[in-house]
């Protein structure tokens, strides 16, 4: 039944499986049965059959029907009881991953907490802050903004795994600006970053960490400046380097602030993780940005077509980023569409379908993505909330009123994407037990 297993698999559709093997195994027996009475007739000239010949024949029939299910039933079993072991391994395996994910989000999180509690680092600013009132106001000024921004960026990215480059190469310059004050030319930050790359997204205060590091470690003075470059390149890289001359010390360093970077990024991807490099002369730590880079895939579930074509105009006009992963018109091919698939960064549903309501779907399948529910119904709103929608809007619904319900998914998406893709490990674990429970 090898090729009933590729066409026809036990998961897709069992019962018709099932159907379809049973037939096919009493067809092959009554046609070898067939095959034999033929032979018979042939070896005994037509010779017609007692009433006692045709009933041994047709106990042989069935015997031979009963012994053929029975042994198609051991093997049937036997397959199913393999696959059950192998989902039930695979589900353990998703589950500790889940697990695993949580855990480096919290110890990340953690870790950036305490980095933002520093009282070395805040006492040591408040120092060099309450000098510069007395000596120079406008230095102090400048000083205590960059602190603030330096804080704020700290606070508002605390949760967060992803944070545009630009954004994260600002808080930097900022970080900068404050060693600079305090250190003046004995620590030289340079940067050479393309536009490009700028756009693109980063862990939150990864930059930062290696400079901080950079300096925790090596000598800075004016004889010896620690001389630090954050360039990018042409393989979506982004390299940070300084000339290594380590202070001497009693005590060992922990490199907690490398794991923190890492475990960032395994969150992320297992496969480009920092590249880290260490030379006589230098010590170099290499960031993939391209991993975390990605468009928002929307799936549209909308049965007008004249309303879907105008919500893909819609979108190509808010921004060329997005993608349409699929159009779907039905409630049946919505269903079907989410069970296969992997779930879309947002949903745009309307309510009323051709074959019935919209809010079917959520009863038939885990729906883990956010939905902004497109309809000419105001009477569902409460409803909609229920599920999970993250915005109601109105047909026909205007540029403006997408745009900002899109912003809205695009920052909890950036905001909380390890919890989305521990949502989706869940969801797979309980579809792959559904399927042998």
């Given at each position: 039944?090898?090729?009933?297993?590729?066409?026809?698999?036990?998961?897709?559709?069992?019962?018709?499986?099932?159907?379809?093997?049973?037939?096919?195994?009493?067809?092959?027996?009554?046609?070898?049965?067939?095959?034999?009475?033929?032979?018979?007739?042939?070896?005994?000239?037509?010779?017609?059959?007692?009433?006692?010949?045709?009933?041994?024949?047709?106990?042989?029939?069935?015997?031979?029907?009963?012994?053929?299910?029975?042994?198609?039933?051991?093997?049937?079993g036997h397959?199913?009881?393999?696959?059950w072991?192998?989902?039930?391994?695979e589900?353990?395996?998703?589950?500790?991953?889940a697990?695993?994910?949580?855990?480096?989000?919290m110890?990340?999180?953690?870790?950036?907490?305490k980095?933002?509690?520093?009282?070395?680092f805040?006492?040591?600013n408040?120092?060099?802050?309450?000098?510069?009132?007395?000596?120079?106001r406008?230095?102090?000024?400048?000083?205590?903004?960059?602190?603030?921004?330096?804080y704020?960026?700290?606070?508002?990215?605390?949760?967060?795994?992803?944070v545009?480059?630009?954004?994260?190469?600002?808080f930097?310059?900022?970080?900068c600006?404050?060693?600079?004050?305090?250190?003046?030319?004995?620590?030289q930050?340079?940067?050479?970053?393309?536009?490009?790359?700028?756009?693109?997204?980063?862990?939150?205060?990864?930059?930062?960490?290696l400079?901080?590091?950079?300096i925790?470690?090596?000598?800075a003075?004016?004889?010896?400046?620690?001389?630090?470059?954050?360039?990018?390149?042409d393989?979506?890289?982004?390299?940070?380097?300084?000339?290594?001359?380590?202070?001497?010390?009693?005590?060992?360093?922990?490199?907690?602030?490398?794991?923190?970077?890492?475990?960032?990024?395994?969150?992320l991807?297992?496969?480009?993780?920092?590249?880290?490099?260490?030379?006589?002369?230098?010590?170099?730590?290499?960031?993939h940005y391209?991993?975390?880079?990605?468009?928002?895939?929307i799936?549209?579930?909308?049965d007008?077509?004249?309303?879907a074509?105008?919500?893909?105009?819609?979108?190509?006009?808010?921004?060329?980023?997005?993608?349409?992963?699929?159009?779907?018109?039905?409630?049946?091919?919505?269903i079907?569409?989410?069970?296969?698939?992997n779930?879309p960064?947002?949903?745009?549903?309307?309510?009323?379908?051709s074959?019935?309501?919209?809010f079917?779907?959520?009863?038939?399948?885990?729906?883990?993505?956010?939905?902004?529910?497109?309809?000419?119904?105001?009477?569902?709103?409460?409803?909609?909330?229920?599920?999970?929608?993250?915005?109601?809007?109105?047909?026909?619904?205007?540029?403006?009123?997408?745009?900002?319900?899109?912003?809205?998914?695009?920052?909890?998406?950036?905001?909380e994407?390890?919890?989305?893709?521990?949502?989706?490990?869940?969801?797979?674990?309980?579809?792959?037990?559904?399927?042998?429970?």
């Amino acid at each position: 039944m090898g090729g009933s297993q590729t066409s026809l698999p036990w998961t897709r559709s069992p019962l018709l499986r099932f159907l379809v093997q049973t037939i096919l195994i009493v067809a092959s027996t009554m046609l070898l049965i067939f095959f034999q009475g033929q032979i018979y007739k042939l070896i005994f000239n037509d010779m017609p059959l007692t009433q006692q010949e045709l009933l041994e024949t047709w106990q042989f029939f069935v015997a031979i029907i009963i012994v053929s299910l029975f042994v198609s039933a051991v093997h049937t079993g036997h397959y199913l009881l393999n696959r059950w072991k192998a989902s039930i391994s695979e589900a353990k395996n998703l589950q500790l991953k889940a697990m695993e994910m949580k855990e480096i989000a919290m110890q990340s999180e953690l870790q950036s907490l305490k980095m933002q509690l520093d009282p070395h680092f805040m006492f040591n600013n408040f120092s060099t802050l309450s000098e510069l009132i007395n000596e120079d106001r406008e230095t102090a000024i400048r000083f205590l903004e960059n602190l603030s921004r330096v804080y704020r960026y700290m606070i508002q990215n605390l949760k967060k795994d992803i944070v545009l480059l630009s954004d994260e190469v600002a808080f930097v310059k900022a970080y900068c600006y404050l060693i600079h004050i305090r250190h003046a030319d004995n620590v030289q930050v340079l940067f050479d970053l393309d536009e490009e790359s700028l756009n693109l997204y980063i862990p939150p205060i990864s930059l930062q960490l290696l400079v901080e590091n950079a300096i925790k470690h090596n000598i800075a003075t004016k004889e010896q400046p620690l001389i630090i470059t954050i360039i990018s390149n042409d393989r979506r890289e982004i390299i940070v380097c300084n000339n290594l001359q380590r202070i001497s010390s009693a005590f060992p360093a922990t490199g907690i602030g490398l794991k923190n970077i890492i475990d960032r990024y395994r969150i992320l991807s297992e496969e480009q993780l920092p590249v880290i490099e260490e030379t006589t002369a230098h010590f170099c730590v290499t960031l993939h940005y391209s991993i975390i880079h990605y468009a928002m895939q929307i799936l549209i579930i909308e049965d007008e077509k004249h309303n879907a074509s105008r919500l893909q105009r819609l979108l190509a006009d808010i921004s060329a980023e997005f993608v349409v992963v699929g159009v779907l018109e039905t409630v049946k091919e919505s269903i079907n569409w989410l069970k296969k698939e992997n779930a879309p960064d947002v949903i745009l549903m309307d309510i009323r379908l051709s074959d019935g309501l919209s809010f079917d779907i959520f009863d038939k399948v885990d729906v883990i993505c956010p939905v902004i529910f497109t309809t000419s119904y105001d009477e569902y709103a409460v409803r909609a909330f229920k599920v999970n929608s993250i915005d109601y809007l109105l047909k026909p619904i205007e540029k403006e009123e997408l745009e900002a319900a899109l912003e809205k998914v695009d920052i909890e998406r950036k905001k909380e994407p390890t919890r989305l893709g521990i949502r989706a490990i869940a969801a797979s674990f309980q579809r792959k037990v559904a399927c042998f429970s």
